[in-house]
């Protein structure tokens, strides 16, 4: 990836970051200052330090309402300032001379809550005497419950660390009078509305102020909304489906089967100064990042099997520039805010579209601009159409890179550093090594050698090479399924192919466990064989020195299966495809998923992707 330099790090208040809820913004908003908030002079001075005036639309809003104790609702997507619309008026309740906890935040995910601390921390620099801290699993237990036991005041924290406080005695909400529930959309998402119920139990029912702040306001979160909040004032600065302005949004027609290959040959070309790749589940990101990094592309994995302290170490190299590309998962990336990434890669299209708005709210932040682009499968079109319907905003076709093409970047990039290069000098070695290689071939030309060593420094070693009848097979593959893809879109919409049960609502062929049914086609590849069974996928494959009988041995060993209940393994490069005729119960994916091949761990789970090639699986 090209890397320009690095913006500087954006302030923990967004208050100036320009946003989807920009276009609601109203004229009596917009010369609203914070001095009109009637905040505290020392929450002020803050703010003023900050070197922020101007509140977000979310901010202008919530705040009076807060101060003036109202509880609220506030509709409001990622970037917008929600931190600071809570978190100012939960300082101004804090007594910092009482050394007891009186505020508590509750938000989805770890990187959130250490962000959103960090956030108010940052406001309660001018008023001695208030201690934040933020609680959350996968971090040492006892240092959270030294702090607590000081008597923090404002606690930040994922719903089920603070419920382990609470029921351990070392997290008390008696005296608490402000609570606060970030991204509560999320939460839910994740299955924390059990939790979230719970921890509102060990809080006294009146003397409390609460305010919920989510993404979107469907019915599970205005029935909490109205279980636990008291008239609540309802601000929405923005429509639901708004996305980010300052975003390119545009999608590829990609086969399931060349994701990975397109994947590189984006990034390869891309002028982003970072990029977030998103995937849907943890095997899937694993695999990619893995496959990044063998290609050479400075990558890393970021899932909810990355133990804390190794995430924050994750996001403190993209931060600094030593990894250029992180792979995630949706519920990795909340609260995740790098002011490097300049594009997000959907390499799995999102389950729900509002996920899709969180997912590239994660670049174009802070006035710069960024790009996302979505994978999309031919038979996913279905599922794009409804992307757009939601937000309200097409999306633009755009061609994977060719290999010319990444090929034809690498060379211009190297050319622009020829200036400069020159300009360094100690050239001698190389000018009388290019001499005397022209003496002794004086039938080559200078300009045609300066070009041979261009295709060797990107690795093109002529067109008969393995490599690039591949690439070219696969970037005249993209082309196809493209084409076939937009040629099924005209027939429908002329009423030439009329719906069959085999398609679901939004258009994509049916799938069960094993894959499509038979008759349905991916790419140029025809017709699959429908396997016997259930098809399971395992996170072993080529790359970690796996056979099938190791496969095979795992299985009927940890499994309890038999050779006959066992049908055609595929194995690829970072995963493989097993056919296993009795379906497996949760204790026995547990067992085989903890059994270890090649030195990994199988980690089984329903094959839930797209077929796999029907060509042999390379040795």
């Given at each position: 990836m090209?890397?320009?330099?690095?913006?500087?790090a954006?302030?923990?208040l967004?208050?100036?970051?320009p946003?989807?809820?920009?276009a609601?913004?109203?004229?009596?908003?917009?010369?609203?200052?914070f001095?009109?908030?009637?905040?505290?002079?020392?929450?002020?001075?803050?703010?003023?330090?900050?070197?922020?005036?101007?509140p977000?639309?979310?901010?202008?809003?919530?705040?009076?309402?807060?101060?003036?104790?109202?509880d609220?609702?506030?509709?409001?997507?990622?970037?917008?300032?929600?931190?600071?619309?809570?978190?100012?008026?939960?300082l101004?309740r804090?007594?910092?001379?009482?050394?007891?906890?009186?505020?508590?935040?509750?938000?989805?995910?770890?990187?959130l809550a250490?962000?959103?601390?960090?956030a108010?921390?940052?406001?309660?620099?001018?008023t001695?005497?208030?201690?934040?801290?933020?609680?959350?699993?996968?971090?040492p237990?006892?240092?959270?419950?030294?702090?607590?036991?000081?008597?923090?005041?404002v606690?930040?924290?994922?719903p089920?660390?603070?419920?382990?406080?609470?029921e351990?005695?070392?997290?008390?909400?008696?005296?608490?009078?402000?609570?606060?529930?970030d991204?509560?959309?999320?939460?839910?998402?994740?299955g924390?509305a059990?939790?979230?119920?719970?921890?509102?139990?060990?809080?006294?029912r009146?003397?409390r102020?609460?305010?919920?702040?989510s993404?979107?306001?469907?019915?599970?979160?205005?029935?909490?909304a109205?279980?636990?909040?008291d008239?609540?004032?309802?601000?929405?600065?923005?429509?639901q489906?708004?996305?980010?302005t300052?975003v390119?949004?545009?999608?590829?027609?990609?086969?399931?089967?060349?994701?990975?290959?397109?994947?590189?040959?984006?990034?390869?070309?891309?002028?982003?100064?970072?990029?977030?790749v998103f995937?849907r589940?943890?095997g899937a990101?694993?695999?990619?990042?893995t496959a990044l990094?063998e290609?050479?592309?400075?990558?890393?994995t970021?899932?909810g099997?990355v133990?804390?302290?190794?995430r924050?170490?994750?996001?403190?190299?993209l931060?600094?520039?030593?990894?250029?590309?992180l792979?995630?998962t949706?519920?990795?990336?909340?609260?995740?805010?790098?002011?490097?990434?300049?594009?997000?890669?959907?390499f799995?299209?999102?389950?729900?579209?509002?996920?899709?708005?969180?997912?590239?709210?994660r670049t174009g932040r802070?006035?710069?601009?960024?790009?996302?682009?979505?994978?999309?499968?031919?038979?996913?079109?279905?599922?794009?159409?409804?992307?757009e319907?939601?937000?309200?905003?097409?999306?633009?076709?755009?061609?994977?890179?060719s290999?010319?093409?990444?090929s034809?970047?690498?060379?211009?990039?190297m050319?622009g550093?020829?200036a400069?290069?020159?300009?360094?000098?100690?050239?001698?070695?190389?000018?009388?090594?290019?001499?005397?290689?022209?003496?002794?071939?004086?039938?080559?030309?200078a300009?045609e050698?300066?070009?041979t060593?261009?295709a060797?420094?990107?690795?093109d070693r002529?067109?008969?090479?393995?490599?690039?009848?591949a690439?070219?097979?696969?970037?005249?593959?993209?082309?196809?399924?493209?084409?076939?893809a937009?040629r099924?879109?005209?027939?429908?919409?002329d009423?030439?192919?009329?719906?069959?049960p085999?398609?679901?609502?939004d258009?994509?062929?049916?799938?069960?466990?094993?894959?499509p049914?038979?008759?349905?086609?991916d790419?140029?590849?025809?017709?699959?064989?429908?396997?016997?069974?259930?098809?399971?996928?395992?996170?072993?494959?080529h790359?970690?020195?796996?056979?099938?009988?190791?496969?095979?041995?795992?299985?009927?060993h940890?499994?309890?299966?038999?050779?006959?209940?066992?049908?055609?393994?595929?194995?690829?490069?970072?995963?493989?495809?097993?056919?296993?005729?009795?379906?497996?119960?949760?204790?026995a994916?547990?067992?085989?998923?903890?059994a270890?091949?090649?030195?990994?761990?199988?980690?089984i789970?329903?094959?839930?992707?797209a077929?796999?090639?029907?060509?042999?699986?390379?040795?």
């Open positions: 090209t890397m320009p330099a690095s913006a500087p954006s302030a923990p967004s208050a100036a970051e946003s989807a809820s920009a609601t913004t109203t004229k009596a908003a917009a010369k609203t200052s001095k009109d908030l009637g905040l505290p002079a020392a929450l002020l001075e803050a703010v003023e330090a900050l070197g922020f005036e101007t977000s639309p979310i901010q202008a809003e919530a705040i009076p309402a807060l101060l003036s104790g109202r609220i609702t506030g509709v409001a997507q990622t970037g917008t300032g929600k931190t600071a619309a809570f978190g100012l008026p939960l101004a804090v007594d910092a001379g009482l050394r007891a906890t009186q505020a508590l935040v509750l938000t989805p995910t770890r990187e250490m962000q959103v601390a960090d108010i921390e940052s406001f309660a620099r001018t001695p005497g208030i201690e934040v801290i933020s609680v959350y699993g996968g971090s237990y006892l240092p959270q419950q030294r702090a607590l036991q000081r008597g923090a005041q606690v930040v924290g994922t089920g660390r603070v419920i382990d406080h609470l351990r005695g070392s997290l008390k909400l008696d005296g608490i009078r402000f609570l606060a529930l991204e509560a959309d999320e939460m839910l998402r994740m924390f059990e939790d979230v119920e719970k921890i509102f139990g060990f809080a006294p009146t003397g102020q609460v305010a919920l702040f993404a979107t306001m469907p019915e599970p979160i205005r029935r909490v109205q279980h636990h909040l008239n609540p004032v309802e601000i929405a600065v923005a429509r489906s708004s996305t980010v300052s390119r949004q545009t999608y590829a027609i990609v086969p399931f089967r060349h994701k990975a290959g397109s994947l590189v040959r984006v990034l390869q070309t891309s002028d982003a100064d970072a990029a977030i995937c589940t943890r990101a694993e695999e990619v990042g990094i290609r050479g592309i400075a990558a890393a970021i899932s099997d133990a804390q302290k190794d924050e170490k994750i996001v403190e190299r931060r600094s520039g030593q990894v250029d590309v792979v995630a949706d519920v990795a990336a909340r609260g995740l805010d790098v002011d490097r990434i300049g594009l997000v890669v959907n799995d299209l999102p389950g729900e579209p509002e996920a899709y708005v969180h997912r590239i709210g802070a006035g710069r601009s960024g790009e996302a682009l979505s994978f999309v499968t031919p038979h996913e079109r279905g599922r794009l159409r409804q992307i319907r939601t937000t309200r905003t097409p999306l633009e076709e755009v061609a994977i890179p290999p010319a093409e990444v034809a970047h690498k060379v211009k990039k050319l550093d020829v400069e290069r020159h300009e360094a000098g100690r050239l001698d070695l190389y000018v009388n090594l290019v001499r005397e290689h022209l003496a002794e071939h004086e039938d080559v030309d300009v050698l300066a070009a060593l261009a060797l420094f990107v690795g002529g067109p008969r090479s393995r490599e690039a009848l690439a070219e097979e696969e970037a005249a593959e993209l082309a196809a399924a493209a084409r076939r937009h099924e879109d005209d027939g429908r919409r009423g030439r192919h009329r719906h069959s085999a398609s679901d609502a258009g994509r062929g049916r799938r069960d466990a094993r894959g049914r038979d008759g349905a086609r790419g140029a590849r025809g017709i699959r064989r429908d396997p016997v069974g259930t098809r399971y996928r395992v996170a072993v494959g790359k970690h020195g796996v056979q099938p009988r190791g496969i095979v041995g795992a299985l009927t940890e499994g309890g299966l038999s050779g006959k209940d066992l049908g055609k393994i595929d194995i690829f490069p970072h995963f493989s495809l097993v056919d296993i005729a009795t379906p497996l119960d949760e204790p994916l547990e067992r085989i998923g903890r270890r091949v090649g030195g990994r761990a199988l980690r789970t329903i094959d839930e992707g077929p796999a090639p029907r060509r042999r699986p390379q040795d």
